[in-house]
DNA sequence: CTGTTAGCGCCTTCAT
DNA sequence: ATGAAGGCGCTAACAG
């Protein structure tokens, strides 16, 4: 698809700076200066520089450009996966705000695995992104470490320690779990029950069943009226970890479940053995997903700002650009959704 | 932050192909052909490339790469959004498999705005993707005309016509329509409730309504018996145009929601508004999300392979890389999930 | 103010 | 089978 232009040069494809500055008729210093807004020169080069450009249709190439600038405005992110809602909306709020920015999102996933996301990282590193944008605040050291050297600024998500990043922005897992505790120690409840996520490699869920678990001890609840059990966020898993908890004797009075996903499958348990929720059993979910009002009763839960992390995640990381070398917090609020899941304590049997 | 290495060599932060080489004590030529796999090396030398590599914690340099080879191995996709788990999960398939094969993918959203859609295609081909990854048949013309330009391969998802598109990966939308019309039909169903989504630049929306009203009018229903609304895919919305449907005279006996999250929102409507479901109206969705079996009654929904059209996605475009200029349609089955929503049609009141 | 020059890191001829 | 050298397209020194 080579075409014969106006001045007779045999252009085949992509038009490039030579041919643009060949146009205009001056050198490609001078059309590079002119297309990258550089100010020191003069207005009628850049007026044919510019028509030339814009005749030609000319397309920088990002590749030299990155090769040689060594900057490509690439953010990576690596979450665990896609398939929950909170992970998909904060990356929707990222890349809606870095985009903005003339910044560009290249998405990998985990599993939940820090070595995966070790590999993620090194690959991003490799693909040139000049930011990560990771979640949580545990992460393989080599991770971190070979970001470091890298040159790319780190940004944790849904944690609001900083740790060994550049940026955290989200907020206190601790601190949520300890108000699901307080919460359901002024309805009365006295035997808990929780239903974690997997806490290895997970500090989010760690910290959420810590902060759970520390504040019922501090308020005299013995440990052995605190039964935890840990399982994969799926509905199904909910479903078996509830079977499990409301075997045991006695049984809890009310279940705090890492995640909504896991909360609904603890309600369906419920239903299809005849637990009446809350009047059995209260429970209490985590992430205030649409499911959270859709099932009955209505889940009460911890409101997470999936969407508003993603666009804060990007604030800092712009900001982290601008100052090199500083660090930034952002703790954004969590609250407690009070519905019909959660009652006073049920009557001890 | 420059370290020493056991023999001597200083290193700033990435390490570089020299580097591999200097260490295997090769040449970078050689150092590059064993990476790439290319076969004229001596089994020795390649085991100690391989061995330096991986000690460095070697990563490739993708701009530099894509300069010299002129491919990026970058893919670019535009969802209208990340809020709706069937695009996320269609992006998380594509992404997982394209990483085996080395492409990375950079996200964009349009937010239904084949406007928008435009703007980010342009963007994504600035950064140089190879590939671009869209939603549905329907485009601005400008939109397909500009990435042939570029040279960039088309794939749709969500629709299983070829359209302008190199590749097309999904299913009919008309015919998924129409199979829930027929059900509902051999349910005896005599008065129908339409919510579709906005059916404006929306072909997978507006396939759905015909392939329903069509199915039914050749049935001999009147068209003054099929009674169609359309609200943007929120639950709220759902909730309020069922309020709509339900106080037309004579009302529907079935209501066909465009998705899921329209059909929970009718359903809870009717629990508001004490109207049984299916009892006095059957409820049809589509997607078969997760809440589809959390609502009360379950939702008879359109189950939609999102995963597997984001993998199915991936592969046509890599089969798209290898032989240039062909076409590739790749239809994925839907099925009807028949559960509590739906029932035989309500007794004539 | 503009042009010339020297690479960015990698792959791939071309020699050996 | 291996190494040396050139250049992908672009930008940032340095000269002029």
């Known amino acids: 698809m080579a075409r014969i232009t106006g001045d007779g040069a045999v252009e085949t494809g992509v038009v490039k700076l030579k041919d643009v500055a060949l146009r205009a008729g001056c ?3 001078t059309a590079s200066r002119v297309l990258n807004g ?10 044919r520089v510019l028509a030339a450009a814009a005749q030609l249709g000319y397309v920088p190439n990002n590749s ?78 080599e991770t971190l470490e070979y970001l470091r050297r890298a040159g790319v600024s780190q940004v944790f998500t849904y944690t609001c320690e900083l ?29 808990f029950g929780m239903i974690a996520g997997v806490t290895r490699g997970n500090d989010r869920a760690t910290q959420r069943r810590d902060g759970f678990i520390a504040t019922l001890t501090e308020a005299g609840i013995q440990r052995q009226d605190i039964i935890v059990v840990e399982a994969p966020y799926r509905i199904e898993n909910g479903r078996a970890a509830m079977q499990s908890l409301m075997q045991t004797h006695p ?5 705090f479940c890492g995640s909504d996903i896991l909360a609904v499958g603890a309600i369906k348990y419920c239903h299809s053995a005849g637990i009446a929720v809350p009047e059995d059993v209260s429970v209490v979910g985590f992430d205030n997903l ?47 959704i009070v519905r019909g899941s959660t009652g006073p304590a049920a009557a001890r049997r």
């Open 251 to 255: 049984r809890p009075t009310t279940v």
């Open 38 to 47: 550089h100010p020191t020169v003069g207005p009628a080069e850049k007026e």
């Open 27 to 29: 050198s490609v210093a």
């Open 290 to 336: 649409e499911v959270a009002e859709l099932v009955t009763p209505e889940l009460t839960t911890v409101d997470v700002p999936a969407r508003e992390m993603g666009e804060a995640a990007a604030d800092a990381l712009l900001r982290l650009g601008e100052k090199k070398g500083s660090f930034i917090v952002t703790e954004l609020p969590t609250r407690l």
């Open 163 to 191: 740790g060994d990043g550049d940026a955290a922005v989200g907020f206190d897992n601790r601190l949520a779990g300890a108000s699901v505790a307080r919460f359901l120690l002024e309805r009365g409840h006295t035997r």
């Open 64 to 141: 030299a450009r990155a090769l040689r600038s060594q900057s490509t405005s690439l953010v990576g992110v690596v979450i665990p996966t896609l398939d929950h809602a909170i992970y998909a909306k904060m990356v929707g709020g990222l890349q809606e705000r870095l985009a903005r920015s003339g910044k560009a999102v290249i998405i990998s996933t985990s599993d939940y695995d820090l070595e995966r996301e070790r590999m993620q990282a090194k690959l991003l590193v490799g693909r040139g992104v000049e930011s990560i944008v990771l979640v949580g605040l545990e992460h393989h050291p």
